[in-house]
């Protein structure tokens, strides 16, 4: 079975992370894909929202999608998230997986520097999925991992994570950037200084 795996904080999901997921999908024929928020990622000291809250988002985003999963491995372990790691146990887990690991197209040139890149490669393709500005040079990449690297386009939607976390604590709105099923949760939970809205 092709499984992508798409990680992230996802603090707090939003529409963009969906698209990128569907995008790769349906560009490569995924059977499946996984969404599998970190505990804390590497490049990041701390998240802001909890883990729980943050993978009751996801799961409140995705129910109704027939090929999404949650995957809340890297949550309940804890501590730092290392990529390879997860994907080791994934592969003893489900050994006659093909698993593609999806990312931002801006996250390509990186890859280089992650850790054990040269033992994930070897595990699992990369999927970059185009994000607005960005130009890819496979080319610049080592040979082992730009053969190791697909691409997927997807409609240009220019929304992170860190411009919702800035709207709401300006109090913008950030409601149809998210999910609706996010951002009902967001509301009831009081996430990012966000009030439930009035019964009036």
């Not at 969404?35 to 990041?44: A, G, L, Q, V």
């Amino acid at each position: 079975m092709k499984v992508g795996i798409m990680g992230g904080t996802f603090d707090p999901l939003h529409i963009g992370h969906m698209m990128a997921a569907e995008a790769a999908r349906e560009t490569y024929g995924l059977q499946e894909v996984w969404f599998m928020p970190s505990h804390i990622p590497p490049h990041k000291h701390e998240a802001g929202v909890s883990g729980a809250d943050r993978l009751a988002m996801v799961q409140e985003a995705i129910h109704n999608h027939e090929a999404f999963r949650t995957l809340d491995w890297e949550v309940v372990r804890g501590g730092v998230s290392y990529t390879y790691e997860t994907i080791r146990r994934l592969q003893e887990a489900y050994p006659h997986f093909d698993l593609y690991f999806i990312i931002g197209a801006d996250m390509v040139q990186y890859l280089p520097k992650w850790n054990e890149i040269e033992e994930l490669v070897q595990r699992l393709t990369f999927i970059g999925v185009g994000r607005p500005g960005t130009s890819l040079d496979l080319d610049a990449l080592p040979t082992y991992i730009a053969e190791k690297v697909l691409l997927a386009d997807m409609p240009l939607v220019d929304i992170s994570s860190t411009m919702l976390r800035e709207r709401a604590a300006t109090g913008k709105s950030i409601r149809y950037m998210v999910p609706e099923a996010v951002f009902d949760y967001v509301q009831r939970s009081r996430l990012y200084g966000i009030q439930p809205r009035s019964s009036d």
